[in-house]
C-alpha cells in the first residue's frame, strides 16, 4: 500500500490491518535459547550502525528473531529478571509487539516466547512508509503506565522515552552485528496502531522499528 493511500485511509479513519494470508495462526511461539556468542565487536557494529529504508520481503529465521528480540530487552541476569535495556526503577514497563505477516505478537522475555494478540497482518498499520509492508517484520514499543505506579505521572512518558530509546539502540546494533537492516520511525496512525494492537488506555505506543534483510543482501 502506497503511502498516500494509507494517509488518505487514515485521514478518513479506514487504514485497518490487511487480513492474514495463511490459514494456520499459531497461539503461541516458542523461541530458541538466544545465541549469545556470536557477532561482532562493540566498535565495529558501532561504526556499522545505521538507517535502511530499503528492505527484502524475506523471512528471519526463527533463531535470528529469537537473538534480535533478547538483545532487545530479553533477561541477561535470570537470578535478579535483569533486563539487556535500563528502565527508571526497574519499572520494566515497555513491551515489544511483533507484527509478522502471520500475526500480531508479544514478546514475553520470561518465557523467551511470543504470544498472539491479534490474527492480521499489521505490518501496513505499522507506519505510513511503503516499506513497512514488504519488511518481513516490524516492531512496536509500547508503555504500560500500570507498571509504573512508583513514577510521578508527570514523569511517566519522559522515562519510558528513555527506555524505549536504549531498546532501539540494542536492536540497532544487533542488526548492524548481524548484517541485518532496521530503521526506528515515528510515523504512524497512533489510533489505527493502537486498535490493531488492542491496547488499553493506559497503554502508549512510543516509536515502532523495521527489521529485515537489505534488497541487495538476500
Known amino acids: ?10 485521514f478518513i479513519g479506514q487504514l485497518k490491518p490487511d487480513r492474514v494470508k495463511t490459514r494456520s495462526i499459531a497461539e503461541s511461539v516458542a ?27 524475506t523471512a528471519l529465521p526463527q533463531q535470528i528473531l529469537s537473538n534480535l528480540l533478547w538483545a532487545a530487552f530479553g533477561i541477561n541476569r535470570p537470578e535478579s ?17 511483533v507484527a509478522l505477516p502471520g500475526g500480531v505478537y508479544i514478546y514475553d522475555p520470561f518465557a523467551h516466547s511470543l504470544s498472539l494478540v491479534a ?17 518481513p517484520l516490524d516492531l512496536v514499543y509500547v508503555a504500560d503506565h500500570a507498571h509504573m505506579g512508583a513514577v510521578p505521572s508527570a514523569e511517566c512518558r519522559a522515562h519510558s522515552a528513555v ?9 540497532y546494533l544487533y542488526c548492524a552485528s ?21 491496547l488499553s ?18
Open 1 to 10: 500500500m502506497s503511502t498516500l493511500t494509507k494517509v488518505a485511509l487514515s
Open 31 to 57: 523461541l530458541p535459547r538466544p545465541d549469545k556468542r556470536g557477532g561482532v565487536a562493540l566498535m565495529q557494529a558501532l561504526a556499522r550502525r545505521r538507517s535502511s529504508r530499503e528492505f527484502s520481503a
Open 81 to 97: 529478571n535483569g533486563r539487556t535495556a535500563p528502565s527508571a526503577r526497574d519499572a520494566q514497563e515497555i513491551d515489544i509487539y
Open 119 to 135: 490474527a492480521v497482518d499489521a505490518r501496513n498499520v505499522t507506519g505510513y512508509q511503503d516499506f513497512v509492508d514488504e519488511a
Open 163 to 171: 527506555t524505549a530509546g536504549a531498546i532501539v539502540q540494542n536492536v
Open 178 to 198: 548481524a548484517g541485518l537492516a532496521t530503521v526506528v520511525r515515528g510515523w504512524f496512525d497512533r489510533s489505527a496502531l493502537s486498535k490493531a494492537l488492542r
Open 201 to 218: 488506555e493506559h497503554e502508549h505506543i512510543i516509536v515502532a522499528q523495521t527489521v529485515g534483510y537489505t534488497r541487495s543482501s538476500r
